[in-house]
């Protein structure tokens, strides 16, 4: 993904974000709880999201080992949302990430991952994908 490529829609999503280490695409979405929903974004913000996007390949198998370190397996498991949840003035960017499963289709399961180092930082429900940290 390129920065350039990170235009929000009125709903604040993008859609089809292709993502290594999963064939079925995204939905990049910026929480609307953010001032950055309504602000004119920054290259540099633009470039943090894109760079987190493409370091799929490192943060997702340890999102999904999360994940299955609690449900057993991995039937099912399937990211469909990645929630940015920073500021464009704060220093560390947060993500959540939105997964749905067949061990709790229901409800999903959420985390919120820290952009820089891919630690995670909440597990849960799907809502964790979304909340406060």
């Known amino acids: 993904m390129k920065p350039s490529e990170i235009v929000f829609d009125e709903n ?3 859609y089809d974000i292709a993502i290594d280490g999963q064939t079925d695409p995204i939905t990049l979405e910026i929480s609307d709880g953010l001032e950055a929903a309504d602000e004119l ?3 540099d913000y633009k470039e943090r999201i894109a760079c987190f996007v493409n370091s799929s390949v490192e943060w997702f198998q340890i999102a999904c080992d999360r994940i299955i370190s609690e449900v057993g397996n991995a039937d099912g498991l399937k990211l469909m949302t990645i929630y940015v949840l920073f500021e464009q003035d704060q220093d560390n960017s947060l993500y959540g990430l939105l997964f749905n499963l067949d061990f709790d289709r229901e409800h999903g399961r959420g985390m ?3 952009g820089e180092n891919f630690n995670i930082l909440k597990y849960g429900g799907a809502s964790v994908a979304f909340e406060s940290l």
Request: a negative charge; glycine letters at 0%.
């Open 41 to 43: 974004l920054l290259d």
């Open 12 to 14: 604040y999503c993008i």
């Open 112 to 114: 919120m991952i820290n």
